[in-house]
Every structure is written in structure tokens, then in C-alpha cells.
């Protein structure tokens, strides 16, 4: 990973901060990307804390915008040079509606893809434009979810999206597969972030129970029995973007504590 340079977007919280934390300890210049400058700020805190040699860049950037994207991809390849890697872990989640019976007018899907589905794909144009040329490898790892294997109820935009990042996967290793780039997808179960825990959260305020007794219920259905880190998601973008994977492309990791099984 020395003096390679990794996009991450996503990295203001959650499992993309956890990424940028782990792949600049390997010794990666990171570039950063999000939404909320504060948010990467306290990101990039974290980062130099663990690797007080690291190189950061930090940009701000709307993943459904491509005018926003294109601007950000080019201004870290100015200043953290071409790049080897990228991770899309920008994404949004929750229901987008609560099915036919809903009473909520507002229908979240068309928001949900655009971020989730679009914005990854405009992310993955845009780092081929500046690419680091060969003979190395370079790495494109998508973050999906366990939601991609299956559905759930009330949750349609996100599965739909997730689901359709593991086609996008497979359809972009093929393009870029001759120029040496791999492209793999990881999909995590239950992880100890923000995000998840507004599921619980969801999940009780639905089922009129308390916020514990929704995470007893959605741990039951993990055969370890608990939420997964952010750091283990972390350390599988590392192997992902080690020598010691450069046979697998087009792949979805699953990583879930044996919540499903492919």
C-alpha cells in the first residue's frame, strides 16, 4: 500500500472512516470525500492521530451530482497524484416507504438510487479518468450490504440499489479487467455504525418495543450474535487492495456474521 493513493467517499463517518483510518496506517495517501466538511475534518483528525504521517486530502463532494464528482476526483488527483485505488462507501439507507397502506406521501426511492447505484457509478468514471498507469494493480471496491442478497419489506430503493451494485461489479471488472484494474464488491450484514443503529431504532419505534429488544431480534438472526465493526469491513478493503488478492475480481465478499450464506 506505500505511496499508493486510495479515494474513499463516504469517509465521514461509519465504514468509510474506518477505511481511510486503516489504509493510511498501511501507508496510503487518502483522499477523502463527503458530504459535510466538519464531518471529514473530524475524519481526517482521526486518520493523522493514527498515521501522524499520513497525507490527506479532503474534498467535499455530492455524489449524485457529476459536476461535483468530476470536480472532486480532479482536485485529489492534483494533489495526491493519480490514483490506485478507490472505495464507494457513500450511501444512504432506511425505508423508502412504508408499501401501499403507507399513509406518507413521500416515497424516498428516486433519492436512495441516486446515491446509492448512480453516485457509485459516476465515482468509478470518474477515478478511471485518473488513474495511475500499470503495470500495478489498481483497485475499485464497492460497499454493498446483505440487503443486496435479499430482500426486506419497506426497504425496496436500498435492496434494489445494493442488489444492483453487485451487477455493477461484475460488469465493470470485464471492462477494466485488460488494463489490470480489479473491481470487487463487499457486502456487510449488521455493522456498528450510525446508520444501523437508525434501523434498530426503526425497527422499535415499528414493533413499539424498546431499542434493546430491537437489537436482541435483529442480533438473533446473526449466528454470532452481534453487530460487526467498522474496522473488520476496514481490514477487508486492505486484503482486498493487497498482492495477496490480485486473483479476485468481480467478486461480492460477504461479510455478516453468518447472518446469510451464499
Not at 475524519?43 to 461535483?68: H, I, K, R
Not at 459516476?122 to 450490504?145: E, F, T, Y
Not at 443503529?197 to 413499539?208: L, P, Q, S, T, V
Request: glycine fraction near 12%.
Amino acid at each position: 500500500m506505500q505511496t499508493r493513493h486510495v479515494v474513499i467517499t463516504g469517509a465521514s463517518s461509519g465504514i468509510g472512516r474506518a477505511i481511510a483510518i486503516r489504509l493510511a496506517k498501511g501507508g496510503a495517501r487518502v483522499s477523502l470525500l463527503a458530504r459535510r466538511a466538519e464531518k471529514l475534518e473530524e475524519t481526517a483528525a482521526l486518520v493523522l492521530e493514527a498515521a501522524p504521517d499520513a497525507t490527506v486530502f479532503l474534498v467535499t463532494c455530492d455524489v449524485t451530482d457529476g459536476a461535483s464528482v468530476d470536480h472532486a476526483f480532479a482536485a485529489a488527483a492534483r494533489s495526491n497524484g493519480p490514483i490506485h485505488g478507490l472505495v464507494t462507501a457513500a450511501g444512504i439507507g432506511g425505508p423508502n416507504t412504508a408499501g401501499a397502506s403507507s399513509t406518507d406521501p413521500v416515497d424516498r426511492f428516486d433519492s436512495i438510487v441516486a446515491t446509492n447505484l448512480r453516485g457509485t457509478y459516476l465515482c468509478l468514471r470518474a477515478a478511471q479518468r485518473h488513474l495511475a498507469p500499470g503495470p500495478d494493480a489498481r483497485h475499485m471496491v464497492l460497499i454493498a450490504s446483505i440487503l443486496g442478497r435479499f430482500g426486506v419489506p419497506g426497504y425496496t430503493a436500498y435492496c434494489a440499489s445494493k442488489a444492483a451494485l453487485l451487477g455493477l461489479t461484475k460488469a465493470m471488472a470485464l471492462e477494466v479487467a485488460g488494463q489490470g484494474v480489479l473491481v470487487n464488491a463487499i457486502c456487510p450484514g449488521w455493522v456498528d455504525t450510525e446508520m444501523a443503529w437508525e434501523g434498530i431504532d426503526g425497527m422499535a419505534k415499528g414493533m413499539g418495543i424498546p431499542r434493546d429488544e430491537a437489537h436482541r431480534i435483529a442480533m438473533s438472526a446473526v449466528p454470532l450474535g452481534r453487530m460487526g465493526k467498522p474496522e473488520e469491513v476496514a481490514g477487508l478493503v486492505a486484503f482486498l487492495m493487497s498482492e495477496d488478492a490480485a486473483g479476485l475480481t468481480g467478486q461480492g465478499l460477504d461479510i455478516n456474521g453468518g447472518a446469510w450464506m451464499g
